[in-house]
DNA sequence: TGCGGTACTTACCTAAAGGAGAGTATAAAT
DNA sequence: ATTTATACTCTCCTTTAGGTAAGTACCGCA
């Protein structure tokens, strides 16, 4: 770092837009959550498949691991066979559930 | 129409995000309504250029053409040399703004 | 006479997202 | 012995978003 005065103009660069879509943009990561939100409950992979259709399985493989990543969502693995994985919220993805719902609702009303 | 019972499960295709996010996504949609919207008024191209720094022209145009064409903003050509053209929010675009400040306030609030 | 300012368009290129279809491991059920 | 079920991965392909750089039209100003 050297002591250079960074322009620093009234610029919307690095607003809280750019965080948070970094996080939930991608075809299906609002509907994963809002998925596992409605379920009131952690959902399997492919319960996941199903409600999403039609997501590819690399896409929601995808998903997930980025939805995670984020810590939106925790995945827990039951070590058996066949192999049994759930996808629930985490807080800061139950945090992130309002803005979801507004999103949401704003867009059914426009659609009628 | 023929009356065929469609299958309708507990599908997420049609809710309001994919409406939703047909008109605002992209990397400069939402910096573009929101900087409008702190401008308490109108913007002229240029204005915007300047504030969604590094936007390129193409970028600017394209996301200006798409606002419009979702009737998110309007566009007022005034007929003189040099051009003046002053882009704004519509009443279908104010009513974005609330949804768009929960998204940018969860960010900031998670970037501290 | 040629430069600057405004609001663009056009052509070309690259990177990233997402889809399709096949393959993998393991054990229980038939 | 074959099928079924789960939760994936891998490879190849197409589509789309966005960037770069240049050009355009018109007039006032020096």
Known sequence: MEDINYIK???LEDTGFAYTLK?????YKMQTLYAISLNQGPLRYNELKRLLTPISFKSLANTLRELEAAKLIY???Y???PPKVEYGLTKLGESLIPVLDAICTWGEKQMK
Do not use: Q
């Open 9 to 11: 103009e009234n610029r």
């Open 75 to 77: 995945r827990k693995e």
């Open 79 to 81: 070590p058996k066979i």
């Open 23 to 27: 996080l939930i943009s991608g075809k």
